[in-house]
């Protein structure tokens, strides 16, 4: 088992920044490649960006040059770290942890930007 606990979340102007962080328990931090998901009103949930065991970031398109993922493994925290915020990034975002035994979630923290 798996625990995510999500944070930073909150609202944020146009162009602003925030940083996301997620704290994970219950398996070995370092084995587990996580990610971050966001979901949007009336919208499928979606990859934002991912980080193998290793530390070898993912993005997609939207975010490439915005959005930064990175890992502690010695605080067993996954960070996303936003910038260049838009309207259009308004969702609830969420941790994701992939292990041998499956994929876990964290429960989730809102971003809101405003225009």
């Known amino acids: 088992q798996v625990q995510l606990v999500e944070s930073g979340g909150g609202l944020v102007q146009a162009g602003g920044s925030l940083r996301l962080s997620c704290a994970a328990s219950?398996?070995?931090?370092?084995?587990?490649?996580m990610g971050w998901y966001r979901q949007a009103p009336g919208k499928q949930r979606e990859l934002v960006a991912s980080i193998t065991s290793g530390g070898r970031p993912t993005y997609v398109d939207f975010v490439k040059g915005r959005f930064t993922i990175s890992r502690d493994n010695a605080k067993n925290t996954v960070y996303l770290q936003m910038t260049s915020l838009k309207p259009e990034d308004t969702a609830v975002y969420y941790c994701?942890?992939?292990?041998?035994?499956?994929?876990?979630w964290g429960q989730g923290t809102q971003v809101t930007v405003s225009s």
């Open positions: 994701v942890a992939e292990t041998a035994y499956g994929r876990y």
């Open positions: 219950g398996r070995i931090f370092s084995t587990m490649a």
